[in-house]
Structure formats: structure tokens, C-alpha cells
């Protein structure tokens, strides 16, 4: 289980939001941690138990997005023996059973369909649970902490999240940053690759300003994987840009402008958006003029400087 400990780093954000986690962790309030893939939801989440009251009972993860829907009640909840169709003949203990004093972690739950949320919704208000094929509730007594990297918001506004279960879930509420928005993404490369028991790995210079100049769409975990293959392909000496093996996303040179940026030039500008006002006032040039706020004489010779032809058809 990890500890607030194993969350390295000193950007000001990442050691803001370890704060309030181990405030968060010291109560017993639902915490919905928020967050890009890969940015270290889990680890929080292991944290926060680790120093809780309840950091002696179980732990138990639950990767909403992996149940298939039909099975979502006999995941969380269990069954009875004979309950279904192909069912353990023994019954199953649920995840919400098996986390009884302890603390269950919900990962993924934006990805949760609507039939599972009402589910969930009912055993967070009534904290008690029913068995698939059994007519005996049972109380819970469990900390829950949920993780999405969704925006809950719009997945309420788009109908795809009830608006009540993330207020029942939303005790304290952390969003971690992404690893592009840190300050201290080296500090971290050199924390994975000791971690990783690569004593002899270090990064160059020329290594270094690649890990800053990339944007980790992956986050930490991408960071990781990255680590991991160019410490093995460095064999021991320096790691160089071309062992980490990821994109370089500021490439310098006319080249990379051109193909990156897409910048049109002021002339380039200015024509398109003539031909625009000319095509919205149906070849007006006192409109069109009024919309580009210059005067009709300047607006015809720019006509003629540049070009500029009419496909109109006649009327």
C-alpha cells in the first residue's frame, strides 16, 4: 500500500493537493479525486487510507469501467448461492462487503451506466446492501473514495452522470494536475528511475530539456514507461534523447513553424478576410467596407492589389 511518502515532487500544486488529502484522509468524508489518466489517482487513494483511522481494514479497488452492466449488482453487492445462471455455487462475497470498515475505492465511476449509478446511489443513502437472490440487507460501514478522469459537469449535463450521486460523492473534492502543468517533471524522472533500482541511470543535459519540452498526454505513467525502456537501452551510461523514445513537441526550424503553427502572414490575413466581408454583404462594397471598418476607396484598391475576383452569378 503506498503512503503519502511515495507521492514525490515539489511543484507547489502536487504538495497543495497532498495537503489536503491528508487533511481529507484524517476524516471520514467521501473525497472524489479528479484528474487526467495517469496523473496518480490511485496512489492518493491508497494514501489517503494508509492514514486514516481505518488504515488497518481492507482496501479494496474497484475498476468501475471493467463490470459489464448485467453483473454490476453481484460485483458490488454479492449473491446467494444459486442466485443465476452460472453463478459460483458457494454465493460471492461483494466489493462493498469485502471493504466493510475499511475503504473502498471506486476508480473510473463517470464510466458507470446510469442503471449501475441508481444502484450505487441507494446503497451510498441507506448504506446497507442486498445480496443478488437474497432477501437480507446487510449494513456497510466503508469510507469511499472515487476517482474519474472525466468532467462529472458536462457528464451531467449531457445526461450521462446523476446530478445526486456525485453530490453523495463529492465530500471533498481534489483535482491532481496533469504532469505538463508541474514544475518539477525532472525532480520526478530522477525519483522513478532510483525507484526503478537503476542506480547507474542518469539523465543528460540534452535528455532533460526533451522530458520539458514534451507534452505527456500519458502523465506519470507515460513518464514511467519512458523511464523504464531508455534506462534499459542507456545500458548503464547517460541517458540521451534518443533512449527515451518520445516525441519532441518544440521542435525549432522554419520547418516545424510552418508545419506546427500554421500561421498565415498579415497579407494572407487581409485577403481572407476581404473575400469574407465581400461574400456576407453580396459584393457591397460600402458594406463591406463598414465591416472591416476602413474606407470604400481602400477596400477597392485592396480589391484590385490583391486580385480579387467575384464568382457571384447573376440576379
Not at 89 to 108: M, P, Q, S, V, W
Request: with cysteine; net charge neutral.
Amino acid at each position: 500500500m503506498y503512503t503519502f511518502s511515495d507521492i514525490a515532487g515539489s511543484c507547489p500544486s502536487i504538495i497543495q493537493k497532498k495537503e489536503l488529502a491528508y487533511k481529507a484522509a484524517l476524516t471520514d468524508f467521501p473525497v472524489l479525486l479528479l484528474g487526467e489518466s495517469g496523473t496518480g489517482k490511485e496512489l492518493f487513494a491508497q494514501s489517503i487510507h494508509t492514514a486514516s483511522l481505518r488504515s488497518n481494514q481492507p482496501f479494496i479497488a474497484v475498476n468501475c469501467s471493467a463490470i459489464p452492466d448485467n453483473l454490476v449488482e453481484s460485483e458490488l453487492f454479492g449473491y446467494e448461492r444459486g442466485a443465476f445462471t452460472g453463478a459460483n455455487r458457494e454465493g460471492n462475497t461483494g466489493k462493498f462487503e469485502a471493504a466493510h470498515k475499511g475503504t473502498i475505492f471506486l476508480d473510473e465511476i463517470g464510466d458507470m451506466s446510469l442503471r449501475a449509478q441508481a444502484a450505487l446511489l441507494r446503497v451510498l443513502q441507506e448504506r446497507t446492501i442486498t445480496p443478488v437472490g437474497s432477501a437480507r440487507s446487510k449494513s456497510i460501514d466503508i469510507r469511499i473514495i472515487a476517482a474519474t478522469h472525466r468532467n462529472l459537469q458536462n457528464e451531467i449535463k449531457e445526461g450521462r452522470f446523476r446530478a445526486d450521486l456525485y453530490y453523495r460523492l463529492k465530500g471533498i473534492q481534489i483535482t491532481l494536475p496533469s504532469l505538463r502543468e508541474r514544475s518539477d517533471i525532472v525532480e520526478l524522472a530522477k525519483h522513478l528511475l532510483q525507484s526503478h533500482n537503476y542506480p547507474n541511470a542518469y539523465l543528460s543535459e540534452a535528455a532533460e530539456n526533451l522530458l520539458l519540452r514534451h507534452a505527456w498526454p500519458g502523465n506519470i505513467r507515460e513518464l514511467n514507461s519512458a523511464l523504464m525502456q531508455a534506462a534499459f537501452l542507456a545500458e548503464g551510461g547517460p541517458i540521451l534523447p534518443e533512449h527515451l523514445q518520445i516525441a519532441d513537441d518544440c521542435q525549432s526550424g522554419p520547418e516545424a513553424q510552418a508545419a506546427d503553427d500554421a500561421v498565415p502572414s498579415l497579407q494572407e490575413a487581409e485577403i481572407e478576410a476581404i473575400k469574407k466581408a465581400l461574400h456576407a454583404t453580396g459584393w457591397n462594397l460600402s458594406k463591406a467596407a463598414a465591416l472591416l471598418k476602413i474606407g470604400r476607396t481602400t477596400l477597392y484598391r485592396k480589391i484590385e492589389e490583391y486580385n480579387i475576383t467575384c464568382l457571384r452569378s447573376s440576379r
